[in-house]
């Protein structure tokens, strides 16, 4: 496994930038858009449902026996963390199943001194203080240090402390308390983990924001998001 992420991360070094494919067509996301959009539902829901969740409902006329509103918004938020999780856990197998683009959130070559110089690039890029700098199909590096930080990693976090909180309310004989129950033993206050794992949703609002600026602002400068056609023969963009 660890020879074959060199292997991509080697394939990546060497995919043609922007300049250098003419009129050719990349396919890079093709499997990965459905994730990417079914993801996105997903995380809508459980940033909103997180949120009342979190801060509470208004409240409702009669008995609280008479009316079901906040079992509706914890049985989507349940349910939107299923499907986000298991499509996390498909984009994993991809990561190591597909080509040299489907690993690079996962795996960032920090080391390297040429990646550092292209996300210095990068950020003149998106400071207005430079011209387009070469791309080539896939993620460019700062998005790529985004995407291992402020997703891949937040959204681990929170599948972990999300199972280990439905666990706590399941019973210490549910699946999801024995995978998970570890959490408590780093965190013993559940209070502890359920402000934790609303920070997280902050943190992926945050990520959500910047990508989805970042995506317009590529599409009005450069034509290049996959708003445009030319990103969606050649693979820019998420």
Not at 62 to 81: M, T, V
Not at 92 to 113: D, E, K, T
Request: aromatic share 18%; net charge positive.
């Amino acid at each position: 496994m660890l020879n074959r992420a060199r292997k991509l991360l080697a394939a990546d070094d060497a995919a043609p930038t922007d300049r250098s494919i003419g009129g050719g067509v990349a396919y890079v996301y093709a499997p990965v858009r459905l994730w990417h959009w079914a993801n996105a539902a997903a995380i809508l829901v459980l940033s909103l449902t997180g949120y009342l969740i979190g801060t509470g409902t208004p409240a409702m006329k009669g008995e609280a026996s008479g009316n079901f509103l906040f079992g509706y918004i914890r049985f989507a938020h349940f349910s939107a963390g299923y499907v986000a999780s298991v499509g996390f856990l498909l984009r994993i197998y991809w990561a190591l199943m597909g080509n040299a683009h489907a690993v690079q959130i996962f795996c960032v070559p920090l080391w390297r001194g040429c990646f550092w110089r292209e996300v210095y690039q990068e950020i003149l890029w998106y400071a207005f203080l430079t011209g387009d700098p070469d791309r080539r199909p896939g993620h460019d590096r700062l998005a790529q240090l985004a995407m291992f930080f402020m997703f891949t990693q937040t959204i681990t976090f929170m599948v972990v402390t999300g199972f280990a909180l439905y666990g706590q309310g399941a019973g210490t004989d549910s699946w999801q308390y024995k995978v998970f129950g570890w959490v408590f033993s780093i965190w013993p206050n559940s209070q502890d983990v359920h402000t934790l794992h609303h920070l997280g949703l902050w943190v992926i609002v945050m990520f959500a924001l910047v990508h989805i600026y970042a995506v317009i602002r590529e599409y009005i400068i450069s034509r290049r998001s996959f708003f445009s056609k030319r990103s969606a023969e050649r693979g820019f963009g998420d």
